[in-house]
């Protein structure tokens, strides 16, 4: 009787120590973290919209930055459409630019990511997948530039269907179609799904897209 | 409970452990190595070492671990109930592993998404739990420290000279620095993919026997690992 109340003191003693050191360690640390994560945001859009910016830059000059509103050129806002996170940024060749966040479930997890579409909110500028946990050297390959390069200039308006399609590899052919990866069917058909869904909501919002992008 | 007086005669005879603790550190860094001797913590050793940096990132996570439970299990060794105390060394060494996982991605945020769930794994790496299990429940504070240190430095070392291997032939580079240029050099894919792993760790530990076996090394007991 003794030993197990010394058992149970022990065990709850411990689990109250290690718990304590873990969230003060948590508390100390968590803005750091967070501060991670936005910048990471931040880097996902800088790169899909093709802004200069310093990849080295620690995450918390990078939010300083984005906070000032001096990101690196000035020129990247934020809006939101109808439940849609939207970038907006003026190329310097490219002209004005429109990020569109969009997510949808991949073949083992979610699957995150940014199209990129130039002034006509039609022809593809970049595409990025920035989460994903798909098949390494299979599915995982839709991030890779072999794949978004393949989105390049296509469209997302075409013949009435809407969006672009992912076919077989080999099987493309006009400009709202890209070929597939071979061996990735699955997380293909997620991506074109994913696609589809956000080429439409643009679709449907172009005009108040167009309005908040202030297409001066 | 008590020590062991073979594992800590010199110890308590006093100084600051030069026998026993001299003969701690060879042992866990080259003739216990929990890698190479012991084929333990392969897991990792495979997984992240397909760049040094990398490696030597994991390697300082096991240090620090392995030598932080080590200290703190045995100073407790007297105290934990016997029923419990896989429990509580689990406890121990889990808090150990969140700890350095939250300061990686605090501030070596990179690193932390590279290395992905292996640094919350070491909790389940065999070299920890078992230097706890084997060592540190028998042992003085003092001379446990150094066994948990040397067998994270021997775990370390192993995977620097794997990463190392696996970089130059992999991408050309040491520490992304290029060492062997390109114009001459084609990567080879396979050494930064899971086969190469397993070559290298395969060819290094049979150069290790062979080195052990050659000078007939009396401690060096292979076993079968995880």
Known sequence: ?216 | MSNLPVACGACQAGGVCQGKGLSTLKSGLWANNPISVQVLGICSALAVTSKLENALVMGAALIFVTGCSNLFISLLRKAIPRKIRMIAEVAIIATFVILFDQVLRAFYYDMSKTLGPYVGLIITNCIVMGRAEAFALQNPPIVSVVDGLANGMGYAGVLAVIGAIRELLGYGTILDFAVLSTSWYVPNQVMILAPGAFVVLGLLIAMFNAINAGKGAADAKPAGGH
């Open chain 1, 1 to 216: 009787m003794k030993d197990s109340l010394r058992t149970i003191i022990f065990a709850t003693v411990l689990g109250v120590v290690c718990a304590g050191l873990l969230a003060a360690a948590n508390h100390v640390l968590k803005p750091y973290q967070e501060a991670n994560a936005a910048a990471e945001k931040w880097r996902n859009v800088f790169g899909v919209l093709g802004v200069p910016f310093d990849e080295n830059a620690a995450s918390a000059e990078l939010l300083k930055l984005v906070r000032s509103k001096g990101n690196p050129d000035g020129k990247v806002s934020e809006t939101t459409v109808n439940g849609m996170k939207i970038y907006t940024y003026q190329h310097p060749q490219a002209g004005k630019l429109y990020a569109v966040e969009f997510a949808g479930p991949g073949l083992w997890g979610p699957i995150e990511g940014l199209l990129c579409l130039k002034s006509d909110l039609k022809t593809v500028f970049n595409i990025a997948f920035y989460k994903q946990e798909e098949t390494p050297g299979l599915g995982a390959e839709i991030g890779g530039p072999a794949f978004r390069g393949r989105f390049r200039d296509k469209t997302i308006a075409g013949s009435g269907k809407g969006g672009i399609h992912v076919r077989k590899p080999g099987a493309a052919s006009g400009n709202n179609e890209v070929d597939g990866i071979s061996g990735a069917t699955l997380t293909c058909d997620k991506v074109d799904a994913m696609i589809n869904a956000v080429s439409r909501r643009i679709e449907e919002n172009r005009a108040a897209i167009l309005k908040e992008g202030g297409n001066e």
